[in-house]
């Protein structure tokens, strides 16, 4: 039912490409990386082709082109720059949508859905089942609603998708570095009290605490509250 997005990852900076490999796999997609557009031209067809525009041999602009011209994959630009040029020559040589560094993971993850859902149309494949049910707590990740025995629970986005990312693996420990990446953003290097402020607040409103175990000094995990 998982059905796995294959990744090309474009990118010549080791410092963007390996975080950014690491968060899409455990976002559940499947990435493969290479650093030139020589190499992005000869790599195999994938769902979803991530490109830098500042590469070392070719401009990413005519990778875009040339890609385009031979295939539907989707293309979404990640660069540096950002001045509006840019942004409209990367779309109209066929990028599908346009991201400029820095930018937070998470929104990264919603466009590549967004683009692949664009391209593919209703019968797109879903990287995560939009509804989940673990004992009594259901989570409709589209709509972003969350019930405790069918009693809607009102949660703060934040609460929702620190929720969301603990559902992705019940019972798999999550780093509270990968929270603070995935749920916050990739570049914190802030206090990590800020994710005890909310699982106390989540775990209130999920009326019991067992739905979400700490881990000392690992992380945290979701459970099931006996
Ligand atoms: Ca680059």
Redesign the pocket.
Known sequence: MLLLMRVLVV???DR?AVPLLDGLRRHGFTPTRVTTGAQALQAAETDVVLL?????DVD?IDVCRQLRSRSGVPILVI??RGDETDRVIGLEVGADDYMVKPFGFRELVARIRAVQRRVSGSASPVVEPDEQQLGALRIHRRNRRVYVDDIEIALTPKEFDLLALLAEEPGVVVTRQELLESVWDPHWYGPTKTIDVHVATLRKKLGDRGWIETVRGVGLRLGRPS
């Open positions: 990118e010549d900076d963007i830098d525009l500042g590469l070392p990413g660069t540096a």
